[in-house]
């Protein structure tokens, strides 16, 4: 279990994160969302160990890994940007993984097959996206126990994309946190989600519970319809004359309940997904427009 | 008022609903099994728990029975059912304008009725 108590981090003067709590259960794929500059790099190279905290600890099964060499080992972190030496190749990577990890080449050569990797061609020439396939056949190579992924669907094609998830599912013993923009693939792909905003967890839980608390309608009413029309209060709105489209955070049987005392021409319900959510989440916390 | 759920719902809704039609549609029959979870969280690249909370919906639907360590089957559909959806549809077109006269022209051409043709 991945635990955080009071984490906090400052770059200069700029606080990023002002006291995050945190837990993660073992086994879990966890998505960790914000918008850009919210500090989730921050946050997951902290948990790497690569930047010391000012404040707070993280516990990796109730152990501190700030400092701690062989909880290093139970972690694998895959930046955003990933180094490497100049002139090494994925059958290099592998080799140096090899010495730090429980590597199964079973796996990595299953990836390696599916991606088409180059074993022996400089990693510095390939593309971005064959960059990023290369780093994540090493990473699931590496059945680490927990894996930590910055920006982990970026450069990736659909087809890479749904490996990348199923390799993810293989993990069965790896607790997994990923942060990304792609809501979609982490809609697909995570149980639980935290929302990193402000410093801190603004929100968490598990994704399904939280989309099945916000609903979306369409009604359409025998006259225009403007957002004081609606009974309820909505996190979103818009209209387009008798037709308006928003999002309730409420019981769906009550708004349904409101809504038909308005005698509409018709009431539909919308599905709302992940990206639907964050939006209205990041919106109602001030930002964007 | 009848309302419908329209759009790409989220994938738990759509797991649900997909087995559910093919239950409905004869495309999956009583007794035939469902693929396990992890199968269908692989192929599909989802949460596993996703697909557990589908499988569990169809279940509270009467839709699945789910027996420890052998999976997922489908249960026989009763008649009853079939009924409660003619009903369903109906109502919906009910609520659009369908006249009575109009449905029992509509049950006369899908059943093939030679009264009903008469009349027409």
Same mark, same amino acid.
């Given at each position: 279990?991945?635990?955080?108590? #009071?984490?906090?981090?400052?770059?200069?003067?700029?606080?990023?994160?002002?006291?995050?709590? $945190?837990?993660?259960?073992?086994? &879990?794929?966890?998505?960790?969302?914000?918008?850009?500059?919210?500090?989730?790099?921050?946050? $997951?190279?902290?948990?790497?160990?690569?930047?010391?905290?000012?404040?707070?600890?993280?516990?990796?099964?109730?152990?501190?890994?700030? #400092?701690?060499?062989?909880?290093?080992?139970?972690?694998?972190?895959?930046?955003?940007?990933?180094?490497?030496?100049?002139?090494?190749?994925?059958?290099?990577?592998?080799?140096?993984?090899?010495?730090?990890?429980?590597?199964?080449?079973?796996?990595?050569?299953?990836?390696?097959?599916?991606?088409?990797?180059?074993?022996?061609?400089?990693?510095?020439?390939?593309?971005?996206?064959?960059?990023?396939?290369?780093?994540?056949?090493?990473?699931? &190579?590496?059945?680490?126990?927990?894996?930590? $992924?910055?920006?982990?669907?970026?450069?990736?094609?659909?087809?890479?994309?749904?490996?990348?998830?199923?390799?993810?599912?293989?993990?069965?013993?790896?607790?997994?946190?990923?942060?990304?923009?792609?809501?979609?693939?982490?809609?697909?792909?995570?149980?639980?989600?935290?929302? $990193?905003?402000?410093?801190?967890?603004?929100?968490?839980?598990?994704?399904?519970?939280?989309?099945?608390?916000?609903?979306?309608?369409?009604?359409?009413?025998?006259?225009?319809?403007?957002?004081?029309?609606?009974?309820?209060?909505?996190?979103?709105?818009? &209209?387009?004359?008798?037709? &308006?489209?928003?999002?309730?955070?409420?019981?769906?049987?009550?708004?349904?309940?409101?809504?038909?005392?308005?005698?509409?021409?018709?009431?539909?319900?919308?599905?709302?997904?992940?990206?639907?959510?964050?939006?209205?989440?990041?919106?109602?916390?001030?930002?964007?427009? | 008022?009848?309302?419908?759920?329209?759009?790409?719902?989220?994938?738990?809704?759509?797991?649900?609903?997909?087995?559910?039609?093919?239950?409905?549609?004869?495309?999956?029959?009583?007794?035939?099994?469902?693929?396990?979870? @992890?199968?269908?969280?692989?192929?599909?690249?989802?949460?596993?728990?996703?697909?557990?909370?589908?499988?569990?919906?169809?279940?509270? @639907?009467?839709?699945?029975?789910?027996?420890?360590?052998?999976?997922?089957?489908?249960?026989?559909?009763?008649?009853?059912? @079939?009924?409660?959806?003619?009903?369903?549809?109906?109502?919906?077109?009910?609520?659009?304008?369908?006249?009575?006269?109009?449905?029992?022209?509509?049950?006369?051409?899908?059943?093939?009725?030679?009264?009903?043709?008469?009349?027409?």
């Amino acid at each position: 279990m991945l635990e955080i108590r #009071g984490l906090k981090k400052s770059y200069g003067k700029k606080p990023v994160l002002a006291g995050v709590d $945190l837990t993660v259960s073992d086994g &879990a794929v966890f998505g960790l969302v914000g918008i850009n500059g919210a500090g989730k790099t921050t946050l $997951l190279r902290l948990i790497a160990d690569v930047l010391r905290p000012d404040g707070g600890e993280i516990l990796l099964d109730g152990v501190s890994v700030t #400092g701690n060499a062989a909880k290093r080992r139970e972690l694998f972190f895959l930046p955003d940007e990933p180094y490497y030496a100049g002139g090494t190749t994925v059958g290099k990577l592998a080799e140096m993984y090899k010495t730090f990890y429980a590597f199964d080449d079973e796996v990595f050569k299953r990836y390696a097959d599916i991606f088409k990797l180059e074993r022996n061609m400089p990693v510095r020439n390939f593309s971005k996206g064959m960059k990023r396939q290369a780093f994540v056949a090493l990473a699931l &190579a590496c059945k680490p126990r927990y894996l930590l $992924l910055d920006e982990a669907f970026d450069g990736l094609d659909p087809l890479a994309r749904l490996e990348f998830k199923r390799g993810l599912i293989e993990l069965e013993e790896s607790t997994v946190i990923i942060s990304s923009h792609s809501l979609r693939e982490l809609e697909d792909i995570c149980s639980g989600f935290a929302l $990193l905003d402000g410093g801190s967890i603004a929100d968490a839980g598990d994704i399904t519970d939280a989309l099945g608390k916000v609903h979306k309608f369409q009604i359409a009413l025998p006259r225009p319809v403007t957002r004081e029309d609606i009974p309820l209060e909505c996190l979103s709105f818009e &209209a387009e004359g008798r037709v &308006a489209r928003f999002i309730v955070r409420c019981d769906r049987e009550e708004a349904v309940r409101m809504l038909s005392a308005l005698s509409p021409l018709f009431i539909e319900e919308i599905a709302v997904d992940f990206e639907e959510l964050f939006i209205c989440e990041v919106k109602g916390r001030g930002y964007l427009q | 008022m009848e309302i419908r759920l329209t759009g790409k719902s989220n994938i738990y809704e759509q797991i649900t609903e997909e087995y559910a039609r093919f239950i409905r549609l004869g495309a999956l029959r009583a007794g035939e099994k469902l693929p396990s979870v @992890r199968e269908l969280a692989m192929r599909l690249g989802v949460n596993p728990n996703t697909v557990d909370r589908a499988y569990g919906e169809l279940e509270k @639907r009467g839709l699945i029975m789910t027996i420890p360590k052998k999976g997922a089957f489908v249960r026989g559909e009763s008649s009853d059912e @079939r009924y409660d959806e003619a009903v369903r549809q109906l109502s919906v077109l009910k609520g659009a304008g369908l006249s009575e006269s109009d449905a029992l022209r509509a049950v006369a051409e899908v059943y093939g009725s030679a009264r009903g043709k008469e009349e027409i």
